[in-house]
C-alpha cells in the first residue's frame, strides 16, 4: 500500500490549506456573512435615517451594528461554540459521558485478530500506525 506521501505528489502543494479546509471554509462563511450583516445593516440604517430626514452618521451605524454583532455573537454563535468545542473536547478526553460502543466494539475485532497469532498482531499494528492510534488516543497531526 502505498504511503500518505506517495498517495497524490499534489498535497505538498496545498499544505495548510488541504490540512485545516474545513477551519478555512469556517472561517469564509463567517467572514462573508459578516460582511454581508454589516452591508444591509447599512443600507437599513441609511433608509431609516432618509425616512426621518436626518443625515446619514458613521459614528451612528457603528454602534449600532457593533450593539447588533455581539448580541449576535453572544446569543448564538458562543452558545454554538461551546456545544461543538467542549463536547468535542470531553469526546477526545474520554469522559465516561461520551463513551461509545465502539470501544467494545474494537476490544472485540482486535481479540479476534489477536487469535491469529503474529498475523493477527501485524495487522492490528499496521491498522494502529495507519490510523494514528497509540495508548488509545489518536496522536496530533503533523
Do not use: C
Amino acid at each position: 500500500m502505498p504511503s500518505k506521501a506517495q498517495a497524490d505528489p499534489s498535497d505538498k502543494h496545498w499544505g495548510i490549506l488541504r490540512k485545516y479546509l474545513y477551519g478555512w471554509l469556517t472561517l469564509a462563511f463567517f467572514l462573508v456573512s459578516l460582511g454581508l450583516h454589516w452591508y444591509f445593516g447599512w443600507r437599513a440604517f441609511a433608509d431609516e435615517a432618509a425616512q426621518h430626514g436626518q443625515a446619514v452618521e458613521v459614528g451612528g451605524y457603528l454602534d449600532e451594528m457593533l450593539r447588533d454583532t455581539f448580541e449576535n455573537w453572544q446569543s448564538e454563535f458562543l452558545q454554538l461554540l461551546w456545544q461543538v468545542v467542549g463536547l468535542a473536547y470531553f469526546l477526545y478526553v474520554g469522559s465516561p459521558a461520551s463513551k461509545e460502543s465502539g470501544d467494545r466494539l474494537e476490544a472485540k475485532v482486535d481479540a479476534l485478530l489477536r487469535a491469529r497469532g503474529a498475523e493477527g498482531e501485524a495487522i492490528i499494528a499496521e491498522i494502529d500506525a495507519r490510523f494514528l492510534r497509540g495508548k488509545g488516543h489518536a496522536k496530533p497531526h503533523e
